[in-house]
């Protein structure tokens, strides 16, 4: 089946720094998704992406779609203790494909 | 709006028991989606339903079935669990099936003895 790449695995920063994580695919797809993924909860949506090479803003949180249709990028800006979580990519098809997830935490 | 809900929270069996994760939306959402997640495996399709009245294995479907019971309910069953089934469960829907993002539900932990 499909497989998504994602990485890094985890991440450990201070607060204030900024994060970067990407998501590489063999496939091609429509559609890029970032969720995130807090302790005990499912996960939520964050950005979503529909044309190769958009670049699109949720507040502190950019993501990028490659123009290749094959990978995806998330940065965070200026990172604080509630970003501590796992961000998940996804590609959709006709359904989603999900990445293995950057656990990221945040030290004050 | 409740969005998505799961029933139960937490559940522990005994190999060989059966059981059934209940999942409904409320959102009036075509498709329907059960996924597991495991620690490193990010998460796992089991199995989908694109509509009303049709379900199609995904990733992982073996030990498992789904009923669409209707628009809003999606349920998962549990035959005969062992414990390679001890996993987190989800339930997501979105509205349709290509560009549309997908909303989950809180989650069923279920552990297999």
């Known amino acids: 089946g499909q497989q998504l790449n994602q990485s890094p695995q985890s991440m450990f920063i201070q607060e204030g720094e900024d994060v970067s994580m990407n998501c590489t695919s063999s496939s091609i797809f429509n559609t890029w998704l970032w969720y995130k993924q807090d302790p005990g909860e499912g996960p939520v949506l964050l950005i979503a992406?529909?044309?190769?090479?958009e670049l699109t803003s949720n507040g502190r949180l950019t993501a990028q779609f490659g123009i290749t249709r094959k990978d995806s990028f998330l940065n965070i800006s200026a990172s604080i203790p509630s970003d501590v979580g796992i961000y998940f990519c996804a590609g959709n098809t006709d359904k989603l494909i999900f990445g293995t997830g950057t656990r990221l935490q945040v030290f004050p | 709006n409740a969005g998505v809900t799961q029933t139960p929270k937490f559940q522990v069996l005994k190999t060989g028991q059966s059981m059934t994760l209940q999942c409904a939306q409320d959102?009036?959402?075509?498709?329907m989606y059960w996924y597991r997640q495991d620690p490193g495996m990010g998460l796992r399709l089991i199995y989908y339903?694109?509509?009303?009245?049709?379900?199609d294995k995904g990733e992982v479907p073996n030990g498992y079935n789904v009923s669409r019971l209707n628009k809003r309910e999606f349920s998962l069953r549990l035959e005969s669990a062992a414990p390679s089934q001890t996993s987190v469960y989800f339930c997501?829907?979105?509205?349709?099936?290509?560009?549309?993002?997908?909303?989950f539900g809180p989650g069923t932990r279920l552990l297999v003895l």
């Open positions: 992406l529909y044309k190769a090479g």
């Open positions: 997501a829907s979105r509205i349709g099936t290509v560009q549309e993002t997908q909303y």
């Open positions: 959102m009036n959402h075509n498709s």
């Open positions: 339903s694109a509509s009303e009245g049709t379900t």
